[in-house]
């Protein structure tokens, strides 16, 4: 930009660079430092109920703008009084992560759709997209920091390669899991499994004996996401 101080616009195209640049920096160092924290914590410290159907709507409509931008629908069809004890912030950081990441890799004129339910006592929170699918392979690594399905579609989009990894982690810290469903070309189903609140008198703040100590099987694998 200095060198170019003469030239009007090329300064200003330097600037919308330096811009761009700076927000992807910044987004990274907030992922790294969210990242660290979650994976120094193996649980979460004074776990509270939380309300997961109004946790999935405020991620919903944090993605909205960004939704419309690509021309994505965003449907939502969650099941009320979907309890579960842990962090609510960080349950709405996890579900904006694998809604962004749908949008981002789905074409414009398609749809995301995000749901909850309740399972045998195990909360689940699906996010659906038309997309192109991520192959068998791709699948086992999606979850590992920094690993980009497409580089190339990651880096026009601002990703970081560090959201589904975040998301892997939020459910442990919850005791829960996530998994994917996906064949190329029909699209992909990120599921997140938690244990889920049965008794709702427990205080807030106080978490039941056993919360967030839980297995559970992929009942997802061979579904169709349509």
Request: glycine residues 10%; hydrophobic residues 40%; charged residues 25%.
């Given at each position: 930009?200095?060198?170019?101080?003469?030239?009007?616009?090329?300064?200003?195209?330097?600037?919308?660079?330096?811009?761009?640049?700076?927000?992807?920096?910044?987004?990274?160092?907030?992922?790294?430092?969210?990242?660290?924290?979650?994976?120094?914590?193996?649980?979460?410290?004074?776990?509270?109920?939380?309300?997961?159907?109004?946790?999935?709507?405020?991620?919903?409509?944090?993605?909205?703008?960004?939704?419309?931008?690509?021309?994505?629908?965003?449907?939502e069809s969650c099941d009320p009084d979907l309890k579960v004890y842990g962090d609510e912030d960080l349950?709405?950081?996890?579900?904006?992560?694998?809604?962004?990441?749908?949008?981002?890799?789905?074409?414009?004129?398609?749809?995301?759709?995000?749901?909850?339910?309740?399972?045998d006592d195990v909360v689940e929170v699906t996010v659906t997209d038309q997309g192109h699918g991520i192959?068998?392979?791709?699948?086992?690594?999606?979850?590992?920091?920094?690993?980009?399905?497409?580089?190339?579609?990651?880096?026009?989009?601002?990703?970081?390669?560090?959201?589904?990894?975040?998301?892997?982690?939020?459910?442990?810290?919850?005791?829960?899991?996530?998994?994917?469903?996906?064949?190329?070309?029909?699209?992909?189903?990120?599921?997140?499994?938690?244990?889920?609140?049965?008794?709702?008198?427990?205080?807030?703040?106080?978490?039941?004996?056993?919360?967030?100590?839980?297995?559970?099987?992929?009942?997802?694998?061979?579904?169709?996401?349509?």
């Open positions: 930009m200095l060198d170019a101080k003469e030239d009007p616009e090329a300064v200003e195209r330097f600037a919308g660079r330096m811009q761009v640049e700076s927000a992807r920096l910044a987004q990274l160092v907030k992922e790294i430092v969210e990242l660290s924290r979650l994976q120094v914590a193996d649980t979460l410290h004074q776990p509270r109920l939380v309300d997961v159907t109004a946790a999935t709507r405020e991620a919903i409509d944090h993605s909205r703008v960004g939704a419309d931008a690509r021309q994505i629908e965003l449907v349950l709405v950081t996890a579900v904006r992560n694998l809604i962004g990441n749908a949008v981002a890799y789905s074409e414009p004129g398609t749809r995301v759709a995000v749901g909850g339910r309740l399972t192959a068998p392979e791709e699948q086992e690594r999606i979850f590992e920091r920094f690993y980009r399905v497409d580089a190339a579609r990651s880096r026009a989009t601002g990703g970081t390669g560090l959201g589904l990894s975040i998301v892997k982690h939020v459910a442990a810290n919850h005791g829960g899991e996530v998994t994917v469903w996906s064949e190329p070309g029909r699209g992909s189903t990120f599921t997140i499994r938690l244990p889920a609140a049965v008794d709702h008198t427990v205080p807030t703040g106080a978490a039941p004996a056993g919360a967030g100590h839980a297995a559970y099987v992929d009942t997802t694998a061979g579904e169709d996401p349509s």
